[in-house]
């Protein structure tokens, strides 16, 4: 999902609506990053949202501005069964799917039928189940 950033290009960048776009040279892309944070900029920051400096130089020290199309989530039924990745124990284990919240970094809350304990996990660690 990497976007249209290349490394050393100037971006906006900022975690929040509300908080003021700062500019930052742009160094990579974090696909991993489990609180969000995707846009690593030089310095070692990392933000939720990043926006092209060029175009966009109004911006700068703004709060304002057009907000980051959010990504859509994959789509479970309630009660669905679904396979969860436990990064504890690195596999993939077998799970009831409860809810969604596409506002938070870890949209998808399961119910771990192993262990009777429900968690909020990534998109990219829920998975249909497979069945056979």
């Known amino acids: 999902m990497e976007a ?8 906006l960048c ?19 990053d489990k609180d969000g944070e995707n846009y690593l900029v030089f310095g070692g920051w990392k933000f939720r949202q990043c926006l092209p ?6 911006l ?4 304002g501005g057009p907000e980051p199309p959010k990504p859509e989530i994959e789509h479970y ?3 669905e ?18 809810t969604a919240d596409a506002e938070m970094s870890r949209p998808h809350r399961v119910l771990i039928v192993e262990t009777r304990s429900d968690r909020w996990f990534r998109d990219s660690d829920v998975r249909h189940a497979v069945r056979g």
Do not use: H, I, T
């Open 77 to 79: 039924e309630f009660l």
């Open 53 to 58: 400096l060029e175009g966009n130089e109004e």
């Open 60 to 63: 700068v020290r703004s709060d």
């Open 81 to 98: 069964r679904v396979e969860v990745y436990v990064s504890d124990d690195m596999e993939w284990v077998p799970g009831v799917y409860v």
């Open 4 to 11: 249209e950033f290349k490394r050393g290009q100037w971006v």
């Open 14 to 32: 900022r975690d929040e609506a509300g908080e003021e776009w700062c500019p930052y040279v742009f160094c990579k892309f974090l696909e991993e």
